[in-house]
Each structure stands twice: as structure tokens, then as C-alpha cells.
């Protein structure tokens, strides 16, 4: 028997009425060195629950490899810090999880094929989801509930009647869970929409609601589609997440307390969407794509109750208020923001040209016409397309099928143009300086799309490139996975860069601390801190700082490095104490 079960109108937790008050906290997120800081601040917060998703491609990279349960993917570790806290968990491991996370979290070796029917009972999906939760349970079943850990529930998919409609799929997934030993509760969520509920739903399992506001409305449709059981929204969306180019999302505390205190005080259950959101390091954000492609920033504070360096803001104080009206609130102090470094500038006085040193990161797939990223094997980063150009002269480059996402265009070196697939580009006019002249291409995934059919949509150039109307051939293909520690720095020099390289510099720290790296002058790249990779940078915005967790920094002399796509007006960057994540446009 489950630990959790359900009631007419509630929950009971080991036979003892509970209501859920939750928090969204991706321990993936997170550095792993704060996780106890993070949980013990839900707890003080008045949550008794944390839900997180499992990002599958990040867990099984490799199809035939073990399943990575290290570092930032120890998900038995976060499980075990959270029981330590006395919380409850929530596990939603989807397969898919939208999470504004690369691919939706679905891995690209099983979206790039496509003969797959993704998020359906095709057996080729469901075999493959069926391989890793042969690997995934097994290390997840000692801290479910009925093992005396702390997992009270198991979602099963993730808003799928937003998606698709094969009941037989979503039946799959739940007798695969009851297979391999689940016991707990088990739950679908979906937008409080009549035919996303209808559709998202399975029988025997509790249905859940996604909304931010309109709360009378959307319980009202949960108990329309299931007349008994708990009301319970799953993703209170107190925030929202943010686009490259576009304004940084922010809610009013108090409009999203007062909706919470609606939810709570008509007797429902909550998880709220994200109590701490945390950051897309690495590559990790997604995309959308509805209209046109539009690629998540790097940062994920969602406006949450915690900032993205952990600091209670606003809406953690007066969520906590109104907690404290409908359950006990933990007699301890708020938390006070954690230190942070103070300013501290970094000179980077030592760079290495990409371009050349290409060949040297990896070997090149000869082609006669370029062949995608996904087919080199490059899941994420960049690749660079080579060939050369038959005669000189004025003429326009054609690319038949686009660019996935964004390509920088060289003609013997030097920078010509970009073309995006944001804004639908196809073709660039370029002036050739000989016959026989080097054209590079260099393609950036910005990040897997994340929600609706356009997942797994492939990266790098997607098709033939013609120059005045004659297709090129003779294409080297070199994926190029960017890594800082192999590459031969030299003194930078005067001169300013205006292709792509890598710059490095150092710089001393007393005692570690949070902080926040400022690259005013600087256009678009990567960035990493002593190995770490923080993210990508753009000064597109809105996002102009990225966070430094104390855990990445040592005392004594450590190490930035930036891979600069385009150029800079500076080799200065500086590491300040206060986030900047744009203009704000508050809902």
C-alpha cells in the first residue's frame, strides 16, 4: 500500500491527513554543494515537500552506457539530504519533462532518429524508455516510501494532453512503474484545459492541474474532470522563464501570494513552480519553437522564491506568511542572504584562436554535402563546415535548408555575416576575394527544443549550400566540442580579436563566495571558471551577468576562461556581487 493515499477531497500519509505543500527544486540545477542549503531553506520556508524532474538525456547519454548517477546527477544523495530535512519528494521523471531543459529532457540519440514516434506506444520509444527505467529504479527504489525513504509520489509524463492522445502509451508508463516496484502514489498534470485533462489523464490515477492564477476557475475544471479526490496544482507558476532578446521575466509577490492563500484556502494541495529555479550551466538550457525558434537564456531564476543564488527574496517571505496561516511554519529565523565576493576584476591576458586550432580539437567527416550535427555525433556546442569557393567576385551563399541554430560565416578568415534561424535566415551576399577561397561556417546549437513537435529538430547545416546557384561540394565537417584545457595559449597583444577564440586570465580569491561575472565589451560566448562550465553569455540580453557558485571557486589563484565568438571592445571581466538579469516586464 502506498504511503500516500487519497480521500474524497484530500490526502492521507500513513493514514493521517496531509496536504502537500511543495516546492520545484531540480537538484540538476543546482551545484551539488549546496544542495543541503537550498533544502533546508524549503523547509524554513514552511514547504514539507520538493519535487523535482529527472532529465533523462543527461542521466543516459549513451543508449549503451551506464546510467550517471555522479556530481550533479547524484539523485540518491539529494534524495537521502532531503529526508535528512524531514521533506517529502515528489519525483517526476517524465520521460518527458518539458523543464525548459534541452530536448525536454528526451535524449538526442533516441530524437535524432526519425522513424521514432517520440511520446507515443511506438514500441521503438517505449523500448527505449523501458532500458533506463531498468536502470534508473533499481538505484531509485531504496528511497521511495515504501522502503522507508522519502518519495511519496511518481508523476507519470509530464502534460501530455498538451501533446498527444494515445492513452495506451500513457497506460504503458504506469504499468512500468507498478513493474519495477513502484508502490507510491502515482499522478498525471496537465493545464486546467477540459480537453488537456481529458486527454492527460489515465483511470486509477490522480489527475493534477499546471495554472498561476485564475484559481477558482482551474479548480473548478480539476473537480469538473475528477468529481472526488484531491485538488492539487502541481505547477503553481509563480514566475517564468526567459528568452534570449526578450524582457526578464518578474510576478508581483504579492499578486502571487494572494493566489497561493486562494489555492490554500480552498483546501488544495500545491507545488510551487519553482521555489528555486537555479541555472542552465553548461548547454542544458531548451528552445521554444512555435512561430520561430527562440533559445532560453542561461539563467533559471524564474522570479522564484529563492534567487538563483539562493537568496530568499520577495516571494519567500511572503509566501512563508501566508504558509504560516494554513500550516505550521518552522519557529527559526528566515535565512539572510549568503556572502558573496566582492568585486573583483579579471584580467584575460592570454588567448588562443579557434579557427586555426580546429583541426587539432577534432577530426574532420569529409562529405560532399554537409552532413548535420546529429550525424556527427555532436550533441551539443558547435560544429565548423569547410570548403572552398570557386571564383571570386561578388554573390550570394544559399543555405536550401537553414541553419540550426545560428552560423558565422568566414571567407578566408575573416567574418562575413551570421545567419539565424530566429529570424528565418537562408542567405547571405558575400564578396570573394579569390577563386579557391577558404569558406568556414561555424554552427552553434543554442539548445534543443524543449515543447511541442518540434523536439529533436536537427543542428549545423541542414542541407546543400550554393554560391550563386551552384551547390558546393567537398565539405569537412568537424565537430567541436569545446574544451579549454587542451588548447595552447599565447600573450594576447594589442590587437584586437574579431573571430572566434578563446581567452584566458586569473585572479585571486580570499575566501570563496557567491558571485556574479560582468562581461560589459564582451558580444556572445561561453564562459568557465576554473573548469566549470558557467554557460553561454550574449549581449543580446536580457541576462548580462552569469552566477559563479562559491563551491566553483578556491581560495588562492583561479582560472576564466571565455570562448568569444565575435570580438570584444576589452580584455577585462569582472566578478561583482550582484546579479543583473535584465529589464524587467512584470505579469
Not at 32 to 51: I, Q, Y
Not at 171 to 197: I, M, N, S, W
Not at 386 to 408: I, K, M, N
Not at 498 to 523: K, N, S
Amino acid at each position: 500500500m502506498p504511503a500516500l493515499t487519497t480521500t474524497s477531497d484530500g490526502f492521507l500519509l500513513h493514514g493521517e491527513p496531509f496536504r502537500i505543500i511543495s516546492g520545484a527544486l531540480h537538484y540538476f540545477r543546482v551545484h551539488p554543494g549546496l544542495w543541503s542549503d537550498r533544502l533546508r531553506k524549503a523547509r524554513l520556508m514552511g514547504l514539507n515537500t520538493v519535487e523535482t524532474y529527472i532529465p533523462w538525456n543527461h542521466h543516459q547519454p549513451d543508449p549503451e552506457g551506464p546510467l550517471v548517477l555522479d556530481g550533479f546527477l547524484d539523485l540518491p544523495r539529494f534524495l537521502r539530504l532531503a529526508q535528512d530535512e524531514g521533506l517529502r519528494v515528489l519525483l517526476r521523471p517524465g520521460p518527458f519533462i518539458c523543464a525548459e531543459w534541452d530536448g525536454g529532457g528526451l535524449p538526442d540519440w533516441l530524437t535524432s532518429d526519425p522513424d521514432i514516434r517520440l511520446r507515443t506506444s511506438d514500441p521503438r520509444f517505449t523500448g527505449a524508455v523501458d532500458r533506463y527505467l531498468d536502470l534508473l529504479l533499481p538505484a531509485l527504489r531504496p528511497h521511495l516510501a515504501a522502503a522507508g525513504g522519502p518519495v511519496i509520489g511518481v508523476q507519470v509524463e509530464n502534460e501530455y494532453g498538451a501533446y498527444g492522445d494515445d492513452s495506451a502509451y500513457l497506460k504503458h508508463l504506469a504499468d512500468a512503474f507498478r513493474a519495477r516496484g513502484v508502490e507510491e502514489l502515482l499522478f498525471t498534470c496537465d493545464q486546467a484545459d477540459p480537453e488537456h485533462l481529458a486527454t492527460g489523464s489515465l483511470p486509477g490515477v490522480l489527475v493534477t492541474g499546471t495554472f498561476g492564477s485564475r484559481i477558482e476557475q482551474s479548480l473548478a475544471r480539476l473537480r469538473e474532470h475528477r468529481p472526488e479526490g484531491p485538488l492539487f496544482c502541481a505547477e503553481f507558476w509563480i514566475g517564468w522563464f526567459d528568452h534570449w532578446g526578450g524582457p526578464h521575466h518578474v510576478r508581483d509577490a504579492a499578486d502571487a501570494a494572494a493566489d497561493l492563500d486562494r489555492l490554500l484556502s480552498a483546501g488544495a494541495s500545491v507545488n510551487i513552480y519553482m521555489f528555486h529555479g537555479g541555472t542552465n550551466f553548461g548547454f542544458a538550457n531548451g528552445a521554444n519553437h512555435k512561430h520561430a525558434y527562440t533559445p532560453t537564456v542561461t539563467s533559471y531564476d524564474y522570479d522564484a522564491a529563492l534567487t538563483e543564488c539562493g537568496d530568499p527574496g520577495p516571494k519567500y517571505h511572503a509566501f512563508r506568511e501566508v504558509i504560516a496561516r494554513h500550516a505550521t511554519v518552522p519557529d527559526e529565523p528566515v535565512p539572510a542572504p549568503g556572502p558573496k565576493l566582492p568585486p573583483t576584476p579579471v584580467e584575460l591576458d592570454s588567448r588562443a584562436d579557434l579557427l586555426p586550432l580546429a583541426a587539432s580539437l577534432a577530426a574532420a567527416v569529409r562529405t560532399d554535402v554537409p552532413v548535420t550535427m546529429d550525424e556527427l555525433g555532436q550533441r551539443t556546442g558547435y560544429a565548423l563546415y569547410r570548403t572552398t569557393l570557386p571564383a571570386e567576385g561578388d554573390g550570394l551563399l544559399h543555405f536550401a535548408r537553414g541553419v540550426g541554430d545560428r552560423a558565422q560565416v568566414f571567407v578566408d578568415g575573416a567574418p562575413v555575416g551570421v545567419l539565424e534561424s530566429e529570424r528565418h535566415d537562408v542567405s547571405l551576399p558575400v564578396r570573394v576575394p579569390r577563386p579557391g577561397a577558404a569558406l568556414e561556417v561555424l554552427v552553434e546549437n543554442m539548445g534543443g527544443v524543449n515543447y511541442g513537435p518540434r523536439i529533436g529538430a536537427p543542428k549545423g547545416l541542414l542541407g546543400p549550400v550554393s554560391f550563386n546557384g551552384t551547390d558546393l561540394t567537398g565539405w569537412d565537417c568537424r565537430p567541436l566540442p569545446p574544451d579549454p584545457d587542451a588548447l595552447p595559449f599565447a600573450p594576447a597583444g594589442d590587437t584586437p580579436v574579431t573571430v572566434p577564440a578563446f581567452h584566458r586570465g586569473t585572479f585571486e580569491v580570499g575566501t570563496p563566495a557567491d558571485a556574479f561575472l560582468a562581461l560589459p565589451g564582451w558580444t556572445k560566448g561561453q564562459a568557465w571558471i576554473n573548469g566549470f562550465h558557467l554557460g553561454r553569455y550574449w549581449n543580446r540580453g536580457p541576462q548580462r551577468t552569469l552566477y559563479v557558485p562559491a563551491p566553483v571557486l578556491r581560495p588562492g589563484s583561479n582560472e576564466l576562461v571565455l570562448l568569444e565568438l565575435h570580438g570584444s571592445t576589452t580584455t577585462r571581466a569582472l566578478l561583482t556581487d550582484t546579479p543583473d538579469l535584465g529589464p524587467e516586464n512584470t505579469w
